[in-house]
């Protein structure tokens, strides 16, 4: 269950931006508790948005073991602190599985 604060927060597109070429920690529910599956930020980018909003995705990619579910779970920058981001698998390479997470605000 992830802490209804973390849904009060907003990852606007200047944070997204900070996190290109980092990495960011995404919490996951296992047998045994809560996994941390490291990510690697590769893009952030933005899309066409009707007047009064901005859109923009960011992708990741994880390690080959598994894909992750799609779903909202908690993400850790380590500057920045957590959020709550819906994240879906895009595909799988061979050094592991591509995320990306979809962001449309009102401005």
């Not at 930020?41 to 990619?61: K, L, N, W, Y």
């Amino acid at each position: 269950m992830l802490d209804p604060a973390l849904f009060s927060r907003q990852l606007t597109w200047a944070d997204a931006l900070r996190f290109v070429d980092q990495q960011v920690v995404v919490y996951v529910p296992a047998a045994s508790g809560v996994a941390e599956i490291p990510l690697m930020v590769h893009s952030v980018t933005e899309s066409p948005a009707a007047p009064g909003t901005h859109q923009f995705a960011i992708s990741f990619q994880g390690p080959p073991n598994g894909p992750m579910a799609q779903g909202t779970y908690r993400l850790r920058h380590p500057e920045l602190g957590d959020f709550a981001v819906f994240m879906t698998p895009m595909a799988q390479k061979a050094d592991g599985f591509l995320y990306e997470a979809c962001f449309s605000h009102v401005v």
